[in-house]
């Protein structure tokens, strides 16, 4: 599976975007946003037209329901058109049981919109290569971040297509790899030759360009 695009988008900008490309065609007019800790996105998704629902395992506000993703979701009677996953894969002991759980909610038509830290890229693969670790999967991120599992996009697909889902997109966000600031410092022609590396990288491989990607997958069974 290879990125169809690299955006220079956030992981809020890009579900917004997806919201509005497919809002006419939803099978539903409802968004389930989880994982979504707050009410960040309630204001871009009701200007759309949509019903926002969000839900966290440890809501930080009162808009926000509790679900833990290792059960059944806690709202039985509305059946979303399209579900945010946003930066949560990575945080989650049994990934699988998560996302039969979100497919258990939707009916076939209905969208998922995924984001997760990307193990490809570039910068990532130098720090694995220096360190042994894949940057945002050190023992560091574990500690602090609970980054618990490394979402590779074979991996992702096959969780996927395993629920009954079919993969529509896969594009990187984030945009590329940035050049250093200059700066009256020897660091800076490191940092140069640091960044020169991660572009070839990225031009080899568009998978790299990127520090997280997304995937759009319709419920289809």
């Not at 979402?151 to 966000?173: D, M, S």
Request: charged letters at 20%.
């Amino acid at each position: 599976m290879q990125p169809m695009a690299a955006l220079n988008l956030s992981r809020y900008a890009f579900a917004e975007a997806i919201s509005r490309e497919h809002r006419d065609a939803l099978v539903s007019k409802t968004v389930f946003d989880v994982g979504a800790h707050d009410d960040q996105m309630r204001r871009p998704i009701s200007v759309l037209g949509l019903d926002w629902h969000g839900f966290d395992l440890k809501p930080g506000c009162a808009d926000v329901l509790r679900w833990d993703l290792n059960e059944r979701c806690p709202i039985r009677d509305a059946s979303p058109g399209i579900v945010f996953l946003l930066d949560v894969i990575e945080h989650l002991y049994n990934p699988g049981l998560a996302i039969a759980n979100i497919a258990a909610t939707m009916n076939p038509g209905a969208l998922l919109v995924m984001t997760m830290p990307n193990p490809r890229w570039s910068r990532s693969r130098l720090h694995a290569l220096w360190t042994g670790y894949l940057a945002c999967f050190t023992e560091s991120d574990l500690r602090h971040n609970h980054h618990v599992f490394t979402p590779w996009p074979h991996v992702i697909e096959h969780l996927l297509t395993g629920a009954g889902f079919t993969i529509e997109r896969y594009v990187t966000i984030d945009g590329p790899y940035a050049w250093p600031t200059f700066t009256f410092s020897p660091i800076y022609f490191v940092r140069i030759a640091h960044s020169v590396i991660n572009k070839l990288i990225e031009w080899r491989d568009p998978s790299a360009c990127g520090m997280s990607y997304a995937v759009v997958a319709t419920r289809t069974e």
